[in-house]
């Protein structure tokens, strides 16, 4: 009876073994379709980046509406009069610059008025929100700006990145096309300090950018990007303007959505940025890292739960791990080694291609380990319904809506709308 005991319970190993081997290599199977989707996808994008070069040189100046940049600052952040400087030296006609705070001592709103004073000759406005009436407070800002925008595009851009003198032009030219009503951008994740910042960033410029790539590229773009929101005055007013996004976390997710479900079309534009990355800490990055893709697993849940089958490397791990098990180092160590260097391979054809990433050699030494890094934060991702942001704690629901820790909805009265 031990003996037959010891048998069974053998038998079950050997199969659980096997079972984790088989879900290792599916992951490898569906990783690799990724992939392969990825690959296509930026040479379809390489494709339109010429195209728009073609375009742009023999268009030069024909098309360049004025535009309202808005900019929304919460305090200080490392090196942000450099990086709202290259607002400034837009090679474009005719734009204004519009920054908001809740305070006029914010010390964002201070840098951002001594870098204006360099620049006389770009028209700039400041907007203060005071206390927020929208549980996401960058909202609050957004909704003056457009009551004080004087042009019909606005361009809203996050305070930590950083552009090309080319960068207005580029954003707005898709909108010589009046079917679109917004534009996004692609960007590269920068970072000169700090391992988990440098792997961060390798997620932005690989990750984020591979996963947007294929949502063009199968289903068309139905969002926008954070760091830069381009869309129509009209096509804002027509989904509820800026206060519809602001019971949201993924404010920008919402309204790209909103714009694309009223028949508008979002274009992914070939112009790509710089996001800085301003958690250089371990503790930090993977808060940061964690609430992003908490953010993702509300307003895209589907999705959301189907990336877990696009990373490579876990699955490679799983997959050598359950072979060696089964006395198959060869393949064990074969399947892992593939698995790096499916990564390898997607970071240097985006990280070149189509980010144009300066460091691209550590980039693709990093980006597997990213990646392994990855599929535990998506796995972290279910463990609560808490973020935390601008330290403060919310919950996310349904939809992609953030409340209160506590549940209770708090009702303020909105500020007066300064002159």
């Not at 375009?55 to 200080?76: D, E, N, Q, R, W």
């Amino acid at each position: 009876m031990r003996a037959s005991g010891r048998d069974g319970g053998r038998v079950h190993s050997i199969s659980m073994i096997k079972l984790l081997f088989g879900l290792g290599l599916f992951g490898l199977f569906t990783s690799s379709i990724f992939t392969g989707i990825v690959l296509a996808s930026v040479l379809r994008f390489v494709r339109c980046r010429r195209a728009a070069k073609r375009s742009s040189i023999s268009t030069v100046g024909s098309f360049c509406p004025p535009v309202s940049l808005f900019k929304p600052l919460h305090g200080a952040e490392p090196n942000l009069e450099e990086h709202l400087a290259t607002f400034f030296e837009q090679d474009y006609p005719e734009y204004e610059i519009l920054f908001g705070a809740r305070v006029a001592t914010d010390e964002g709103l201070l840098a951002a008025a001594r870098v204006a004073a360099r620049y006389p000759h770009v028209r700039v406005k400041y907007v203060l929100t005071g206390e927020p009436w929208h549980i996401n407070a960058k909202v609050c800002t957004l909704e003056l700006m457009e009551k004080a925008a004087a042009h019909g595009i606005f361009i809203i851009s996050d305070s930590d990145v950083r552009v090309a003198r080319n960068y207005i032009r580029e954003v707005v030219a898709p909108f010589a096309d009046t079917k679109v009503g917004a534009v996004t951008c692609p960007y590269r994740g920068v970072a000169d300090k700090g391992l988990w910042a440098k792997l961060e960033a390798a997620g932005m410029s690989v990750e984020m950018t591979a996963g947007v790539l294929a949502a063009d590229l199968m289903e068309g773009m139905q969002f926008t990007l954070g760091p830069t929101m381009a869309a129509r005055c009209e096509c804002v007013r027509e989904v509820g303007g800026f206060t519809h996004l602001g019971p949201y976390c993924a404010d920008d997710f919402v309204l790209g959505n909103a714009i694309a479900a009223k028949g508008h079309t979002v274009v992914l534009s070939t112009h790509v940025i710089d996001h800085v990355i301003l958690n250089s800490d371990f503790v930090d990055s993977q808060k940061h890292q964690v609430r992003w893709m908490k953010s993702t697993r509300f307003s895209r849940p589907k999705g959301h739960f189907g990336t877990s089958l696009t990373f490579s490397v876990p699955f490679g791990l799983l997959a050598c791990i359950a072979a060696m098990a089964m006395h198959h180092p060869v393949l064990g160590v074969a399947l892992l080694a593939y698995s790096v260097t499916s990564r390898v391979v997607l970071a240097l054809a985006v990280g070149r291609a189509v980010v144009e990433d300066r460091h691209l050699l550590r980039m693709a030494v990093l980006y597997p380990l990213r990646d392994l890094l990855g599929f535990c934060y998506w796995l972290a991702s279910y463990g609560s319904r808490e973020i935390v942001w601008r330290n403060q704690v919310y919950r996310l629901a349904e939809g992609g809506l953030m409340l209160p820790h506590d549940h209770a909805a708090d009702e303020s009265e909105q500020p007066v709308v300064p002159a």
